[in-house]
């Protein structure tokens, strides 16, 4: 089924939602031979875009979150408006104090009504045991097994690195964020990862086949088996097992820490990398750090169902909240993926180009800065690690140019 996938996010296959006959389930013949196609899946070879759902349109579900989010969601709706891409966004609040999962629910309702969700960060701001985390909350009951973060140097942009062009491939689901967490006695609290054979051969199939259907050389998987013999000692074994159907791909292993060093002195010896679910994260804001900051990179996250797009680093922005100086482009590039996956490519192009235009060639940019905790609001402003783009515009100064390049643009 991760190869099903793959080919339908690389525009080989037309989306499960969109297609006109029920919805394919994959039969695991045996144990050894998880998610693989059926005879039916293998006759449906179709490259053309999928049916709009209403109208020649379709509806998309926004959550734009906490911090940040409603903002740059603001800026979605004024630039998808300008150029007429044809989504009609069901917009979903969600409160962040509130006690209960009324808006959760309603929110995942909704993406499981239009299959397709626009994303910001949500904050949790209750601290009830009975409370989760609303992020993974959707992305486990949506069964969103992978995340995808490509991260790709923009030309020009104040960086560590140049010509840095990684893919992360993000375990979504199990590991850490499995929120299963209890105290055993009175000042010891337990927290369990969880790694199962089923999820990580998924994401391990999804890593592989983007690399070949991509042209990619190298699979790098991240682990900590070292320490963690059981559990990330399955995720790498398993890595190694899928290897052995794509062997004209490279394929090696690095330990979580040590990928850290690496990534800092030398990223360009990774081209995708599989990981589990909090090395994902780990790694995503490293590698963000290091090419620009983290208001630059969007990010991907697929079931066999649904998809959300959202920010890559996920961060919620709140210390710079409606000081209109975020940096609206990660965003803008989700939602510029999100256009892809509904069929939309030429609208998601210009905005694309337009988006690229504004930042390297006007060089349009934030400053981008953020909260950090350990300096204070004196040195903030000299310390150049709080630079994100180094500009000097307002984040309604590049959502203004961007649109001022779609109105010498036409879609066809």
């Known amino acids: 089924m991760a190869v099903r996938l793959t080919q339908r996010v690389l525009k080989t296959q037309t989306p499960f939602l969109s297609r006109g006959y029920p919805m394919l389930v994959t039969k695991e013949k045996t144990e050894d031979v998880a998610h693989t196609k059926t005879a039916l899946q293998k006759k449906l070879t179709r490259t053309d875009i999928p049916s709009a759902q209403y109208g020649g349109r379709h509806a998309v579900t926004m959550l734009p979150g906490g911090g940040i989010g409603p903002e740059l969601m603001t800026y979605i709706r004024d630039i998808f408006a300008f150029c007429g891409a044809p989504i009609d966004f069901e917009v979903v609040e969600i409160n962040p104090s ?8 309603y929110a995942i309702t909704s993406i499981k009504r239009n299959g397709v969700a626009l994303k910001g960060n949500i904050e949790t701001k209750s601290q009830s ?14 069964d969103l097994f992978v995340n995808v973060v490509h991260c790709k140097s923009f030309p020009g942009i104040p960086a560590r690195h140049k010509d840095v062009d990684i893919v992360l491939i993000r375990q979504n689901t199990d590991g850490e964020y499995a929120m299963l967490e209890h105290e055993s006695v009175k000042g010891v609290v337990e927290s369990m990862k969880v790694v199962s054979l ?30 963690m013999k059981l559990s990330d000692g399955l995720f790498l074994e398993v890595a190694k097992k899928v290897h052995k159907e794509y062997p004209e791909l490279e394929h090696n292993n690095m330990i979580i820490d040590n990928t850290c060093m690496q990534l800092v002195s030398n990223p360009h010896q990774f081209d995708v990398m599989n990981m589990p679910n909090l090395y994902g994260t780990i790694v995503s804001n490293v590698i963000c750090g290091l090419i620009g900051g983290a208001g630059l990179l969007s990010g991907r996250n697929y079931g066999d169902h649904y998809a959300i797009f959202e920010p890559g680093t996920r961060n919620t922005g709140t210390a710079i909240a409606g000081k209109n100086i975020a940096n609206p482009v990660a965003m803008i590039m ?10 939309h490519k030429e609208h998601a192009r210009i905005i694309k180009d337009a988006t690229y235009e504004t930042v390297v060639t006007k060089g349009v940019r934030t400053p981008g800065i953020h909260e950090i905790f350990f300096v204070s609001k004196s ?16 984040s309604t100064d590049v959502v203004q140019s961007v649109l001022d390049i779609l109105s010498t643009r036409r879609v066809h």
């Open 98 to 105: 509130t006690e209960g999962n009324e808006d959760l629910e």
């Open 129 to 142: 045991l009975t409370e989760m985390s609303r992020n993974v909350a959707i992305r486990n009951e949506l």
């Open 198 to 227: 089923e999820n990580a051969e998924r994401v391990a199939r999804f890593a592989f086949e983007y690399a070949r259907q991509n042209g990619r050389k190298k699979v790098t998987t991240i682990h900590k088996a070292n320490i």
């Open 334 to 343: 989700a939602s510029v993926d999100m256009l892809n996956h509904t069929g």
């Open 379 to 394: 040195e903030k402003f000299m310390n150049p690690f709080y630079i994100d783009l180094g500009g000097t515009n307002s």
